[in-house]
């Protein structure tokens, strides 16, 4: 899970946006209606990002899902841009860092999260950059070896080999590892797993 944004600065901006509703009432200035439909979709977008960091096509089809007026959300989401508080690139940056190393996602597949998030291809490209081929292989050898270590006995057979096997390789796909990468590695850690067992049988 991505981290929140500064809940001091959600709070700075509540009462900012208060203040300025009190300044404003009673005069030309201030449209109560417009101004009252905006607070209502503020507020939910303030409690979306309590929970936690969000994109800004993510948050806008959220708001837009509980059924405000699209031409109100756009202006509570630019509000809430110049604000600070929604900002695709650091959040592409810390949905790459986290879950790339808390549930060993591979750049293929954080790529498509955060397209499916709306998050532009350059910004993707930007936030994919703190991933390297080193990274990428390390990630998924400490995933694949995790694995291999639930082999309590060495297969007897090719056909339990190849059982075995699959699991490994299961484990690196879920993650969106590439299909060559996976066999590779699965097949290293799983040779190494069953020399293991065989030398300490052996012992």
Known sequence: ???????????????????????????????????????????????????????????????????????????????????????????????????????????????????DKGVDGSIRAEALDQIDAEDEEATARKFAEKKARSLREAPADYQEYQKALRRVVGVLARRGFPNAMSMQIAREVLDARIENLSETDSG
Do not use: Y
């Open 1 to 115: 899970m991505t981290s929140k944004p500064d809940p001091e600065k959600i709070e700075q901006l509540r009462q900012a946006l208060a203040e300025h509703a009190a300044s404003t009432s009673g005069t030309g200035l201030f449209d109560a209606e417009a101004e009252e439909a905006k607070a209502s979709v503020r507020k939910r977008a303030l409690g979306l990002l309590d929970q936690r960091a969000r994109s800004r096509a993510e948050l806008r089809g959220r708001l837009i899902d509980a059924e405000f007026n699209p031409g109100t959300v756009d202006e509570v989401i630019d509000d809430l841009t110049r604000a600070g508080l929604i900002d695709d690139a650091a959040f592409a940056r810390e949905w790459v860092r986290q879950r790339h190393a808390r549930r060993g996602k591979s750049a293929s597949a954080l790529d498509r999260e955060l397209r």
